[in-house]
Nanobody
Framework: QVQLMESGGGLVQPGGSPRLSCAAS????????MGWYRQAPGKGRELVAW???????NYADSVKGRFTISRDNARNTVYLQMNSLKPEDTAVYFC???????????????WGQGTQVTVSS
């Protein structure tokens, strides 16, 4: 129904600025909120940032001022620009979208497979 494909992770040096992308595809009628969670080794999943269809953004305190979330509604894509990365940002980053598929009135949450970001020198 809805598939999310992430890209942009990898090994990054402290202070680096990678950008994650997540493109949604499938039988999509509409996409509302999109965002990113992360999960570090041995820790629970943390909501990092999310953005409404209209462009309102929200951030976890731990990334505020360093990360920027944006989206391209025409491409059903959400981005996460990460700046000034720290070793504690190391985690698997998962994108999600709240979407309605064609023929349905129900909004469901869909998840990407996750992309590893490792911050290390």
């Amino acid at each position: 129904q809805v598939q999310l494909m992430e890209s942009g992770g990898g090994l990054v040096q402290p202070g680096g600025s990678p950008r994650l992308s997540c493109a949604a595809s499938g039988t999509i009628s509409s996409i509302n909120d999109m965002g990113w969670y992360r999960q570090a080794p041995g820790k629970g999943r943390e909501l990092v940032a999310w953005i409404t269809r209209g462009g309102t953004t929200n951030y976890a305190d731990s990334v505020k001022g360093r990360f920027t979330i944006s989206r391209d509604n025409a491409r059903n894509t959400v981005y996460l620009q990460m700046n000034s990365l720290k070793p504690e940002d190391t985690a698997v980053y998962f994108c999600y979208s709240r979407a309605v598929v064609i023929g349905s009135r129900r909004e469901d949450t869909y998840w990407g497979q996750g992309t590893q970001v490792t911050v290390s020198s």
